[in-house]
């Protein structure tokens, strides 16, 4: 059984931020972060908005375009790698602002390809469980919130939003995924969510340590295997590459570099970072809905989703539109 997008939502904060406004926070410029990254400006959240709150928006334009009620869902998921509370999970604060009735819900954490793996984990339980049809299945990050905004070779590169997709299950469409993680915990992380309350640790920490801490270069060069080799695997299985790659928005460069590797034009890859930044998990479920409401994929065309981080993690799932 493949999978169908029934539809597809998006939401960004009001706020912009530009390279521009960069330049007075951190020592940097337009021309350094728009050649080494392709990012132009991001959108941040507000202190009073919650990563719940951007994936309920995205969430309601899904269901809008879908033609779905909240009450018809039969499951929903978050990833995220920033959730608005330890617990109760994002996916069930935003069933209740929704109020979607009492599907299971759950969050999966596996950094920029959270969305992937979630994907690939709603259509075994939509496969299995045979009395559920419809999943809401989103990618929402407020980074600004673990952001370290003195350090000007992170801070300039993430956005904060989040992108949504109501999926069904047809026997007629086809679907295909991979996926993987090296367990490499060193090159990119963010150390803590939460403050060691427990009296017995040796020692606590003065300060809750929660800033993402990136080695660029070595992210880098693992992003361009990691997304070229799980699109070639996916190929393999289905006999071909797509019409579509819509692409974990990190690094333009990133994705030139695949290109080159997979010889595969660069037109089919879907760009929006200039206007988004990275914005981890949410960032492949925003280009979707950004090419489905632009037109720039339309019904029937065959699509691959790709992305990679922290974990580090990648995943590809292949699916026609
Ligand atoms: N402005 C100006 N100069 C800068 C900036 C900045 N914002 N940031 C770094 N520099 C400087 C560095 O200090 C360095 O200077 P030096 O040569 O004097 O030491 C120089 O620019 C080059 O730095 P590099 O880090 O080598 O630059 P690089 O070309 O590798 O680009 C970048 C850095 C954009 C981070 C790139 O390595 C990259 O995109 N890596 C992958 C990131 C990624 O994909 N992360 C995804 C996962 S995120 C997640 O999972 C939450």
Not at 74 to 79: G, S
Not at 180 to 199: I, M, Q
Request: some cysteine; glycine content about 8%; hydrophobic content about 40%.
């Amino acid at each position: 059984m493949g999978i169908v997008i029934k539809g597809t939502g998006m939401y960004v904060p009001d706020r912009i931020l530009t390279n521009a406004d960069l330049e007075k926070m951190v020592e940097t410029s337009d021309e350094w972060i728009t050649t080494r990254t392709g990012i132009k400006e991001r959108h941040i959240a507000d202190r009073e908005i919650a990563t719940s709150d951007l994936a309920c928006e995205a969430a309601k334009r899904a269901l809008e375009m879908a033609g779905v009620e909240p009450g018809e869902l039969d499951l929903i998921t978050v990833a995220t790698v920033t959730p608005d509370k330890m617990f109760p999970n994002t996916a069930a604060l935003v069933q209740r602002k929704l109020g979607a009735g009492n599907c299971p819900c759950f969050d999966l954490e596996a950094a920029c390809s959270g969305l992937l793996y979630s994907l690939e984990v709603a259509h075994s339980i939509l496969s299995a469980k045979k009395n559920y049809k419809k999943a809401l299945v989103i990618g929402a990050e407020k980074l600004s919130s673990i952001v370290d905004w003195t350090d000007r070779s992170t801070c300039v590169l993430f956005g904060d939003g989040a992108g949504a997709a109501v999926i069904t299950l047809d026997e007629n469409s086809r679907y295909a995924f991979d996926c993987g993680a090296d367990g490499n915990t060193e090159v990119l992380y963010c150390p803590k969510f939460y403050h060691n309350t427990n009296p017995f640790a040796a020692s606590l920490p003065e300060q809750p340590e929660q800033q993402v801490k990136m080695e660029g270069r070595a992210v880098y060069s693992f992003a361009v295997q990691a997304l070229s080799g799980s699109i070639r695997r996916v190929a393999d299985q289905v006999g071909g590459y797509p019409e579509h790659y819509i692409c974990h928005q990190a690094n333009a460069r990133i994705l030139q570099a695949a290109a080159k590797q997979l010889k595969e034009p660069m037109e089919k890859f879907f760009l929006d970072i200039a206007k988004y930044g990275n914005t981890s998990a949410a960032s492949i479920a925003i280009a979707l809905d950004d090419c489905v409401r632009s037109g720039a994929v339309k019904r029937g065309e065959s699509v691959m989703l790709s992305g990679f981080g922290g974990g580090l993690s990648y995943g590809t799932a292949y699916f026609t539109f």
